[in-house]
């Protein structure tokens, strides 16, 4: 509700500035004398050196109150290279204003952006999974046709059946669904097969599971694992991953290097719907209509290499 009530606000101060904009653009006078001009640039360049200095000073200290002051640093660049530009055009300084703002405002500016936004995500790459791939990747017969491509590689749709004792059609169709969304490819001469790089990828995480669960009593403090299933809508697992996600990224930034104290540390976080009751696993049937709802989110465990 206060979500709503504050986006309502929002709105209504948008609507309310346009006839604002314009009364101003029919009354304002195109010059006017003010007697504290030296004390509002001087105020403002203040604000400015104040905030630049706040976000190297929670920077370095891998702060989270960072991420807000250094796109008010962005904003009060943006509106110091607007006033220079506007109040300067068709004066002397114009030339001067316009280059400064080009050449270090504003690009400044947009690289501050760019940096609270790492300072939030870091570089951890995520791959997003929308409702269609969890529902395709519950389904067990595509399962079932991923198992015989990844056992027999590139091959045709009737061997695959054959290999799962599934008719050809339906294979056929669970096939034309993942490729379209890239969970499988079909070559140029017709033959299916698991994309090379996933295909890799899945594999190289298998066995680092494997090797996990085999060294798992060697890790001491390095090691910890939990497991969790929780009901949650598509829009709270979403709102998980951006947590998660913000979370690895604040404590991959708390050692950038290596040091005599810290060990490399492999973090995995799955979270996926729970597998479909044996009701549902029958030949056509897609597990897993209503994913979200069935949604569990399962953290790995955290595994010293």
Excluded at 65 to 82: E, G, T
Excluded at 197 to 225: I, K, M, P
Excluded at 274 to 290: I, L, N, Q, R
Aim: glycine share 8%.
């Amino acid at each position: 509700m206060r979500r709503r009530i504050l986006l309502l606000s929002i709105a209504v101060a948008a609507v309310l500035l346009v006839p604002w904009c314009l009364y101003l653009a029919q009354t304002l006078p195109d010059r006017f004398v003010t007697g504290q001009w030296r004390v509002a640039w001087v105020g403002f360049d203040a604000a400015l050196v104040a905030s630049f200095a706040g976000g190297v000073w929670l920077g370095r200290r891998r702060r989270r109150a960072a991420v807000p002051l250094l796109a008010a640093s962005a904003a009060l660049l943006f509106c110091d290279a607007w006033f220079d530009v506007s109040l300067d055009w068709g004066s002397a300084d114009e030339a001067a204003s316009v280059l400064l703002a080009m050449l270090v405002e504003v690009p400044f500016g947009i690289l501050l952006l760019m940096w609270s936004r790492r300072l939030i995500s870091g570089d951890v790459r995520t791959e997003r999974l929308m409702r269609r791939h969890l529902r395709l990747r519950g389904d067990p017969w595509f399962q079932r046709a991923v198992q015989a491509l990844d056992r027999l590689g590139p091959t045709d749709v009737r061997t695959a059946a054959e290999e799962i004792g599934a008719d050809e059609a339906l294979v056929a169709a669970r096939l034309r669904k993942g490729a379209r969304l890239g969970l499988v490819q079909r070559r140029r001469d017709g033959r299916w097969a698991l994309p090379g790089r996933l295909e890799a990828r899945l594999r190289s995480e298998q066995e680092l599971l494997a090797w996990a669960d085999t060294h798992r009593a060697e890790f001491g403090a390095w090691g910890y694992g939990q497991r969790v299933v929780a009901h949650l809508s598509a829009d709270e697992v979403a709102r998980f991953a951006v947590e998660y996600r913000e979370l690895v990224s604040r404590y991959r930034l708390l050692h950038p290097d290596p040091e005599a104290d810290t060990r490399e540390v492999g973090i995995r976080c799955y979270a996926f719907p729970m597998p479909p009751t044996p009701a549902d696993d029958e030949p056509g049937a897609v597990a897993g209509s209503d994913p979200a709802a069935a949604a569990g989110a399962h953290p790995n465990t955290a595994h010293g290499q």
